[in-house]
């Protein structure tokens, strides 16, 4: 059994007084923790100052005792020693079931994050979510069958995929979600095309998946060029552009 997570790490406003409050909630990948890279992007933002009365709300995975690491949810193969693998890299790997119920209680726990955000009085339609890797995989499925997911400002994920793509219809059927709700929140998708972990079929497939459940019109997609599994000047540009837009001062 999974060790409880650590309490997510919160980057409170720089100067709440420059705009009105708004969350970002981001999900970090796979092995990494809240203080690894979701804390570093929020630093460069407030470094830059950046969305000054921006709060990021930073979750923590809990330790995964099959994967001997923080995780989401179980991937469908271990990480080899030497390199991490993700699930659908490699062939052998694709006929293998998803780890459906660790995603869906992470999702579940996204919603659950949401929710405090809401009750402390932050607006939903002030409130964005994503995630990088593995916790862009969470909020990709969560943007589709999550509790939240029409109250909320938009869905921002970097270098991942979406995993449960067989299941989604189901799932939304079980979950009382009609056919016909799109939602109307804006997409924000990114990932580099040098990226080893994650290859770029996996985001071309998201891509076409997302449109059978979203308006295309909504789905902002980034490719850039040479980058690996990481972030760019240009992704973070970007992105400052996405969430500029969607909770302006």
Not at 18 to 46: C, I, N, S
Not at 223 to 249: C, I, K, Q, W
Request: net charge negative.
């Amino acid at each position: 059994m999974a060790r409880e997570a650590k309490p997510p790490f919160i980057m409170e406003p720089e100067d709440q007084s420059k705009g009105r409050p708004a969350t970002f909630v981001f999900l970090h990948g796979y092995g990494d923790d809240a203080e690894g890279l979701p804390m570093g992007l929020a630093q460069q933002f407030q470094f830059y100052h950046k969305l000054p009365y921006l709060r990021w709300v930073l979750p923590n995975a809990p330790h995964h005792p099959e994967a001997a690491t923080t995780a989401w949810y179980m991937p469908k193969a271990l990480p080899s020693a030497i390199k991490p693998r993700v699930p659908g890299q490699a062939e052998e790997d694709e006929s293998a079931p998803d780890d459906e119920d660790g995603i869906l209680k992470s999702c579940d726990a996204l919603d659950g994050y949401i929710r405090a955000e809401i009750d402390r009085g932050v607006p939903g339609d002030r409130i964005v979510v994503g995630g990088f890797s593995q916790g862009c995989a969470i909020s990709l499925v969560w943007g589709l069958i999550g509790k939240e997911r029409n109250n909320i400002a938009g869905v921002l994920s970097l270098s991942g995929y979406l995993p449960l793509a067989n299941r989604i219809a189901a799932l939304r059927e079980e979950r009382g979600i009609e056919e016909s709700d799109k939602g109307t929140r804006p997409w924000f998708l990114a990932h580099g095309s040098r990226d080893a972990l994650v290859p770029l079929r996996l985001f071309a497939h998201e891509k076409e998946e997302l449109v059978k459940w979203v308006d295309e019109k909504d789905i902002e997609g980034h490719l850039y060029d040479g980058m690996a599994h990481s972030t760019s000047n240009a992704e973070l540009r970007d992105m400052l552009a996405f969430l500029s837009r969607v909770v302006p001062p």
